[in-house]
């Protein structure tokens, strides 16, 4: 079964620090992949999707992630965080009948 | 973009009662919804999947009779958990598929069983 992995629990920068928020997953196939956030309150937000093409996918609000598949890697990047960028990040994969299968997600916590 | 509501957005309830919540895609219409558990500090899991007209597919390891799913239109998708327990209590999240490989998602339901 397809399963995701998020390596971070809690990540907590300062203001303009670089981020990296890793995402691996298990299926060694197509794969469609995602990064959703999930603000203080609301509901989950997409960031960004890879389905095919360019590895590097650019999303909203300054995030990017690049999939390298030689090491099942799907990994978020924003070269500058800052205080509205603290909320949870999942990381998913889609399953079989359109799901998603979700990573246990990251905490990022923004400290101005 | 595409919006899904939820109703209610918190429910507390009694033990041995039933709760109802609703899924809704305000502005498109999606054969296929899908109903997520999220545990404190955990993941969201697939509980099942919701195609209009026909029976949900329900993921390994939940009750169907006690997780009712019905999705009799286009724009509606009810979850109803019957004689809920407090090991019920959850946060509760629907989602629906707009085309194959897009999906938009519900604010989610506090779910608070006494």
């Known amino acids: 079964a397809q399963s995701v992995s998020q390596h971070n629990h809690h990540v907590i920068l300062s203001e303009a620090a670089s981020l990296e928020l890793g995402c691996n997953y298990s299926y060694g196939g197509t794969v469609n992949l995602f990064w959703y956030v999930q603000y203080p309150g609301q509901h989950l937000q997409l960031l960004l999707k890879?389905?095919?093409?360019?590895?590097l996918v650019k999303g909203i609000k300054g995030f990017e992630a690049e999939f390298i598949k030689s090491k099942f890697s799907f990994n978020l990047r924003k070269p500058s965080v800052q205080w509205s960028d603290t909320a949870e990040y999942f990381c998913?994969?889609?399953?079989?009948?359109?799901?998603?299968?979700f990573g246990k997600g990251t905490k990022l916590s923004v400290k101005p | 973009g595409a919006v899904v509501s939820q109703h209610p957005s918190r429910v507390i309830c009694k033990s041995g009662t039933s709760v109802k919540i609703e899924c809704r895609s305000l502005d498109f219409q999606a054969t296929t919804m899908f109903w997520y558990r999220q545990f404190p500090k955990k993941s969201l899991m697939l509980m099942a999947t919701?195609?209009?007209?026909?029976?949900?597919?329900?993921e390994q390891g939940v009750e169907k009779d006690k997780f009712l799913i019905n999705h009799a239109s286009l724009t509606l998708s009810t979850l109803t958990v019957t004689s809920a327990h407090p090991e019920d209590s959850s946060f509760y999240i629907c989602?629906?598929?707009?085309?194959?490989?897009?999906?938009?998602f519900g604010p989610g339901t506090r779910l608070t069983v006494l």
């Open positions: 998913a994969v889609m399953g079989s009948q359109g799901n998603l299968i």
């Open positions: 919701s195609n209009e007209g026909s029976k949900a597919t329900y």
């Open positions: 989602s629906a598929r707009v085309v194959f490989n897009e999906q938009f």
């Open positions: 890879y389905f095919s093409g360019d590895p």
